[in-house]
């Protein structure tokens, strides 16, 4: 288990990295606005779970592949970058209620179109969230203490429930301006523009990322 030293420290970087903005905070904005609070909520439920894989497949080592493998390094990027930029243009070209025709096939694109769903796998696919664990966690576990698999996980949920704490908070805030938008239809249209050029812009991103950085 880190000392007491170093768990000032790594709360303090948890903290920054908790509220710097990020594809999985813009990832919520988005959605917060288009959606309400309640689909604001259910993509901070979504990112969590995804962050929480990463923080598993960390622990267990897969994430190294990830850091040492440019070509998984680049597979997981490109695939992480096309499902952001497929997202960004649903959002544009949505209907005016974002609600797709009952039919026969209405269970699976609702859920296909799910903000817990779509939370899930944007952050599983964005290989810069298994990289910052990677390069932060190692250096609070000492083997010789604990167990150095538990007390990675330990870390990587705290870090997690920090950054889900950041993320609620801008779902709350975002949701209740999404909310007076859409009772507005120019500015709804708008919005929806701006959510789904957001997600293009986050697929940009995590396409140009470079290994490591």
């Known amino acids: 288990m880190p000392g007491l030293a170093e768990w000032f420290v790594f709360l303090g970087t948890a903290a920054l990295f908790a509220v710097s903005p990020g594809p999985g905070m813009l990832y919520v904005l988005a959605r917060s606005l288009r959606g309400g609070r309640g689909e604001g909520v259910r993509s901070v439920l979504g990112n969590g779970i995804g962050a929480c894989l990463h923080v598993?497949?960390?622990?267990?080592g897969l994430s190294a592949l990830l850091a040492t493998s440019v070509v998984a390094f680049t597979v997981v990027k490109f695939a992480g970058a096309a499902y952001l930029v497929g997202l960004g243009l649903y959002?544009?070209?949505?209907?005016?209620?974002?609600?797709?025709?009952?039919?026969?096939?209405?269970?699976?694109?609702?859920?296909?179109?799910?903000?817990?769903?779509?939370?899930i796998l944007s952050e599983v696919l964005n290989p810069k969230t298994a990289l910052y664990f990677m390069a932060l966690l190692p250096h609070f576990v000492h083997p010789e203490r604990a167990?150095?698999?538990?007390?990675?996980?330990?870390?990587?949920?705290?870090?997690v429930a920090m950054a889900l704490v950041a993320d609620l908070v801008i779902a709350l805030f975002a949701g209740g301006i999404g909310a007076r938008l859409r009772r507005n239809p120019r500015?709804?249209?708008?919005?929806?523009?701006?959510?789904?050029?957001?997600?293009?812009?986050?697929?940009?991103?995590?396409?140009?990322?470079?290994?490591?950085?």
């Not at 007390?151 to 870090?159: C, D, K, N, Q, S």
């Open 147 to 159: 167990p150095a698999a538990l007390v990675f996980v330990l870390l990587g949920l705290i870090a």
């Open 91 to 119: 959002l544009m070209f949505q209907r005016r209620h974002g609600e797709p025709p009952v039919d026969a096939g209405g269970r699976t694109r609702r859920l296909a179109t799910s903000p817990l769903l779509q939370g």
């Open 56 to 60: 598993v497949a960390a622990a267990l």
């Open 187 to 213: 500015w709804w249209s708008r919005q929806r523009l701006a959510s789904g050029a957001t997600m293009i812009g986050l697929g940009g991103f995590v396409a140009v990322a470079e290994q490591g950085t």
